[in-house]
């Protein structure tokens, strides 16, 4: 069930106006039913597979504070079965490569399972709880509230990855229905909705193309804007339904984009591009690996470790790693700028418009140009790049 069909603009309706009209104290208890309806519907092995993982977190939740052994054996059921079913393809791709080199028979074949519905959102939020619970800050919740915050359908299949204090202290304060709820609800729904169905799709029409040889630079130059501006509004659309549709509700959930073209250098491109993927990566992979609080060499592999994650987090296949990893170059390259040829700028050049205006389009064209990498494979992404920079 996608938020552009028919079928969620029912669903989410009815459920809604159920929702207000019930007692305070079922509400809860409705909206998780609700949640779990829709994922059913959607998809009712990936319903009790995300069921079972979820009873037994929450089960280990309740003895985890201070027991690290706990905190790793319990991470380790759901990130296993995540990396299951998202990269089996790609480990099945990586063996029909080796097998023939060592000429080994008889042929190995992995299975290719069905992607379950919202499967990497789910297990961010299942990691983020249980280090958190492990750390002992933040508070248990019961049963209900945590299943409610598992399955809460406005941001199960596509996010924004939302944080647990946030969302239980809006489920403990929630009290009766407000206009406002409603109005800016609407309205990032409807903005969502046309930045999908209108200015995504009708930018597809020229992206789509990105796979087609034999074009002119110019032409591909006009492609590759055209997929830049349609993932942003493609990506960004859904983020505003899922907010516009949980904050019906009640709940204000965490924004995933501030106009992150308009940034003038690629790191404050990423605080403001997917922002809760790129929070929970540096919280839970970047700080953890030491962050930039060690040596250079350390900080240089510490970014690549996550950009490359975050690369492969996209889809398990080479190509969105090599994105990643791009980005990761693009991340050193500004931090040995800032610490060597930045302070020899005079201050009131680097707070000037056109400076401003310069480093913009900079990083604009460097995250244009690494969309190449995203949607295409290597040899097309060379073949583009050429004809990019060479005019004909």
């Known amino acids: 069930m996608t938020f552009t069909t028919w079928f969620y603009g029912i669903f989410l309706i009815i459920s809604s106006i159920l929702y207000w009209f019930l007692p305070r104290r079922l509400r809860k208890h409705f909206l998780l039913t609700a949640s779990m309806v829709f994922l059913i519907y959607s998809s009712p092995s990936t319903f009790l597979l995300l069921l079972g993982l979820s009873s037994f977190a929450y089960v280990v939740s309740i003895k985890i504070t201070d027991r690290r052994l706990v905190l790793i054996s319990s991470l380790t059921i759901p990130i296993m079965v995540l990396l299951y079913f998202k990269y089996i393809g790609l480990a099945s791709e990586i063996l029909s490569k080796i097998i023939p080199w060592l000429n080994i028979e008889p042929q190995i074949t992995l299975p290719k399972p069905a992607l379950p519905l919202g499967i990497s959102f789910y297990t961010f939020k299942l990691i983020h709880y249980l280090v958190e619970r492990f750390k002992g800050s933040t508070v248990q919740g019961n049963y209900i509230q945590f299943l409610l915050y598992i399955f809460f ?123 809760s993927l790129t929070s929970w990566f540096r919280d839970y992979v970047f700080i953890p690996l030491g962050g930039s609080r060690g040596s250079f060499s350390r900080t240089i592999l510490n970014t690549f470790i996550v950009m490359g994650l975050i690369g492969l987090w996209h889809g398990g296949a080479v190509n969105f790693v090599i994105w990643g990893m791009y980005h990761g170059a693009g991340l050193i390259l500004l931090r040995i700028y800032s610490r060597l040829i930045c302070p020899k700028i005079p201050q009131v050049y680097q707070n000037s418009r056109f400076s401003y205006l310069v480093s913009n389009l900079v990083t604009f064209h460097f995250v244009v140009i690494g969309w190449v990498f995203f949607t295409t494979d290597i040899s097309q992404s060379i073949y583009i790049l050429q004809k990019l920079f060479i005019w004909g």
């Open 153 to 275: 359908f406005p941001i199960l299949p596509s996010g924004p990855i939302e944080r647990w204090p946030n969302f239980i202290k809006q489920t403990i304060e929630s009290k009766g229905f407000q206009w406002k709820y409603l109005s800016e609800g609407l309205e990032r729904i409807i903005t969502g909705l046309f930045k999908k169905l209108v200015l995504a799709d009708i930018l597809a029409m020229y992206s789509d193309k990105i796979n087609t040889t034999g074009l002119s630079s110019k032409v591909y130059w006009i492609i590759v804007y055209a997929y830049a501006f349609r993932i942003y509004f493609d990506f960004s659309g859904y983020s505003d339904i899922a907010i516009g549709s949980a904050r019906i509700f009640g709940y204000k959930i965490i924004e995933n984009f501030n106009n992150p073209y308009l940034k003038r250098n690629i790191s404050e491109f990423w605080k403001n591009w997917h922002i």
